[in-house]
C-alpha cells in the first residue's frame, strides 16, 4: 500500500518569508511524487513532479521540492511567500508498480500574511 | 485556464432525480478519472478510464454509473443519490494510459458542486 503524510494542517508565513509545506510518503518500488495547489472554490492545479534525475525540482510560480530518498520526503518550497500563495495544497504519490492511482495526502493549509 | 471542463459547475437535486456531469479535454490525454471531494478533505478516486475502458472502479455505490464515450468525454450519471453524496467532483485527465509506466501529473477540471436535498 501507498500512503502520504502531511504532518502540518496548517502553516502561516510573513509575506517575503520562506515557507516550507512538508510532506513524507510510502511506497513499494520509486515513487512518482507530485505537488497540486488548491484555490477556494477551484479544481486542484499542478505545481511540480519528481519522477526521477535532480533531487530539487522546480515548478511553477517559484515553488521548488526537494526529494530525500533516504528520509522519504518531498517538502514543497519556495524562498519568497507572497499573500497570494494562500491556498490548500495536496502532496501525492504514485508508485510505479500502481500506474492509475495516486495517493494524496490530508492536505496542508497555507496562509501567508502581508 | 484548466483545459479539462466541466458542467454545470453547480447541481442541486433531489433523491429521487436523475442528472449527469460532464467534462471535456481535448489535451489527447487517454486516462480519464472521476474523483469526490469534501470541504477540506483530499480527493477521493472513484473511477479511472484508460483509452476509453474502466480500468478502476474503487467500490463506489451503483448509484454513480459511469461512462467514457470517447476519448475526450467523460460522463458521470447520477440517481436516487443520498444528502451524504453531496460534494465536489472533480474530473481529471492525464497523459497515458494506466497500461504501462503512467507518470504524467493529473490536469483537474474546477468540478461541479453537487448538493442532494
Known amino acids: 500500500a501507498q500512503s502520504v503524510a502531511q504532518p502540518e494542517d496548517q502553516v502561516n508565513v510573513a509575506e517575503g518569508n520562506p515557507l516550507t509545506v512538508k510532506c513524507t510518503y510510502s511506497?513499494?518500488?520509486?515513487?512518482?511524487l507530485f505537488w497540486y495547489v488548491q484555490y477556494p472554490n477551484r479544481g486542484l492545479q499542478f505545481l511540480l513532479k519528481?519522477?526521477?534525475?535532480?533531487?530539487l525540482v522546480k515548478g511553477s510560480y517559484g515553488f521548488e521540492a526537494e526529494f530525500n530518498k533516504s528520509q522519504t520526503s518531498f517538502h514543497l518550497k519556495k524562498p519568497s511567500a507572497l499573500v497570494s500563495d494562500s491556498a490548500l495544497y495536496f502532496c501525492?504519490?504514485?508508485?510505479?508498480?500502481?500506474?492509475?492511482?495516486?495517493?494524496f495526502g490530508d492536505g496542508t493549509t497555507l496562509t501567508v500574511k502581508p | 485556464d484548466t483545459e479539462v471542463t466541466q458542467t454545470p459547475k453547480h447541481l442541486v437535486m433531489g433523491m429521487t432525480n436523475k442528472k449527469s456531469l460532464k467534462c471535456e479535454q481535448h489535451?489527447?490525454?487517454?486516462?480519464m478519472y472521476w474523483y469526490k471531494q469534501k470541504a477540506k478533505k483530499p480527493p477521493e478516486l472513484m473511477f479511472v478510464?484508460?483509452?476509453?475502458?474502466?480500468?478502476i472502479n474503487e467500490s463506489v455505490p451503483s448509484r454513480f454509473s459511469p461512462e467514457c464515450p470517447n476519448s475526450s468525454l467523460l460522463n458521470l450519471h447520477l440517481h436516487a443519490l443520498q444528502p451524504e453524496d453531496s460534494a465536489l467532483y472533480l474530473c481529471?485527465?492525464?497523459?497515458?494510459?494506466?497500461?504501462?509506466?503512467?507518470?504524467?501529473?493529473?490536469?483537474f477540471g474546477e468540478g461541479s458542486r453537487l448538493t442532494v436535498l
Open positions: 511506497v513499494s518500488g520509486n515513487p512518482y
Open positions: 481529471a485527465s492525464s497523459q497515458d494510459g494506466t497500461s504501462g509506466m503512467n507518470t504524467g501529473e493529473l490536469f
Open positions: 519528481y519522477i526521477t534525475g535532480d533531487n
Open positions: 501525492a504519490v504514485r508508485g510505479n508498480t500502481n500506474a492509475g492511482k495516486s495517493t
Open positions: 478510464y484508460s483509452y476509453e475502458k474502466l480500468s
Open positions: 489535451m489527447g490525454h487517454r486516462a
